[in-house]
């Protein structure tokens, strides 16, 4: 039953968000006739996806290699940072950054094939949910079965317990000397005092990689910014270069415009004075036919 309901719920998270709903309850409607109940029951707990869930569920499915290869690289930095590995976790951070970078845009080029527009603030949650799932083994499944019904909420990657007290200790971090030496004493209070500096360190250089992979964000962010201001400002200069080249052209046409006007003008004129003088002669021609006729 559980490999079913498990089977049903992955057709159900790769379909178009618009046909969730419907097929949901066609498949609880199903089992409940087939008289499983349960099965009914755990079909209709499935909730719809949101757009960013969705996109993540897809690329389980569309680009699971390059999912599986960012939570083998958050098991890496789970290790790194458990062992206080300082190189290689910031050689991993920068690996996952860039793979989320990404994985990301593949989500928001596959939505915008879909008919579907990933928003700023959802395309966010996709980067929030994809780096949740390299800090946690139980968030990496649940991404990888491309079954999300929403974005992960970012968890911070866990921090190894405090060693607990050795052998012969009172419990209380303090062990008691077994054969009552000063040296004996004085070797496990060093010891003790490294554990808590290596657990210490350890937190610290936790925060410093949370700190990191919120500044590579905030620079991803202001990055793709700069990138769109970019495109409005070259389009805005090729408009004005545009608009430029209409205003020449058109200075050029009322120029020629204006030219031909004159010239049109002072044809006109001539034209007016020959017509006159045409006319004073047909005028005489006549006077001079009228007097002849007299005569």
């Given at each position: 039953?559980?490999?079913?309901g498990d ?23 199903g089992a409940?006739?087939?008289?499983d109940r ?258």
């Amino acid at each position: 039953m559980a490999d079913t309901g498990d089977e049903l719920a992955a057709a159900l998270y790769a379909l178009p968000v618009g046909e969730f709903t419907a097929a949901r309850d066609r498949a609880a409607a199903g089992a409940r006739q087939d008289g499983d109940r349960a099965l009914a029951a755990r079909i209709r707990k499935l909730r719809r996806p949101t757009a960013a869930a969705h996109a993540v569920n897809l690329l389980a499915r569309a680009h699971a290699a390059d999912l599986t290869g960012l939570l083998d690289l958050g098991r890496a930095l789970r290790t790194a940072q458990r062992d206080g590995d300082g190189p290689a976790l910031r050689e991993l951070s920068a690996r996952r950054h860039r793979t989320i970078t990404v994985l990301t845009a593949l989500a928001v080029r596959d939505a915008a094939a879909r008919g579907e527009q990933l928003s700023e603030a959802q395309q966010r949650e996709v980067e929030r949910t994809l780096r949740a799932a390299t800090a946690d083994e139980g968030a990496a499944r649940l991404a990888a079965a491309g079954c999300l019904p929403a974005a992960l909420d970012e968890m911070p990657a866990g921090l190894p317990a405090a060693p607990g007290p050795t052998p012969g200790g009172n419990g209380g971090g303090r062990a008691t000397p077994v054969d009552g030496s000063a040296a004996e004493a004085d070797q496990e209070r060093r010891r003790t005092a490294d554990r808590a500096a290596r657990v210490a360190a350890r937190a610290a250089l936790g925060r410093a990689a949370a700190e990191l992979d919120a500044a590579h964000a905030a620079l991803s962010d202001l990055t793709r910014k700069q990138a769109e201001l970019t495109g409005r400002r070259e389009r805005a200069e090729q408009a004005v270069a545009e608009a430029a080249q209409a205003l020449r052209a058109a200075e050029d046409g009322l120029l020629t415009a204006r030219q031909s006007e004159d010239r049109l003008r002072a044809e006109h004129g001539e034209a007016a004075r020959q017509t006159e003088a045409a006319k004073a002669r047909a005028e005489a021609a006549q006077r001079a036919l009228e007097d002849l006729d007299g005569g």
